[in-house]
């Protein structure tokens, strides 16, 4: 009796340390996917945070609001053409297709 008594608490000693190794292994995969999501977090600021430095380097940021402002310019430049010369532009127009 003792060696199947001693059997018996074998097998539920390595029943109680599989369930303690399934339960340390969740632990573990758990703080592995909270440490991968810190480190993209980290990577994805870093990397924000060059291209903000790269930008403000080369003056992009400035170049690109000077685009824009030029762009308005130049589009009321042409819708003020436009508006002072669209009567003598369609009858110029039409002079030439039926003249």
Request: with cysteine; aromatic share 4%; proline share 0%.
């Amino acid at each position: 009796m003792d060696i199947i008594s001693e059997i018996l608490e074998t097998d539920r000693l390595a029943e109680q340390k599989l369930e303690e190794a399934k339960e340390k292994r969740s632990s573990m995969l758990l703080e592995c996917e909270l440490e991968a999501a810190e480190i993209r977090e980290d990577a994805k600021n870093k990397v924000e945070e060059y291209r903000r430095k790269k930008l403000e380097e080369s003056g992009a940021g400035t170049q690109d609001s000077q685009l824009k402002e030029s762009g308005k310019a130049q589009l009321k430049a042409l819708n003020d053409a436009y508006d002072n010369n669209h009567e003598k532009w369609e009858n110029d127009i039409v002079a030439a297709i039926t003249g």
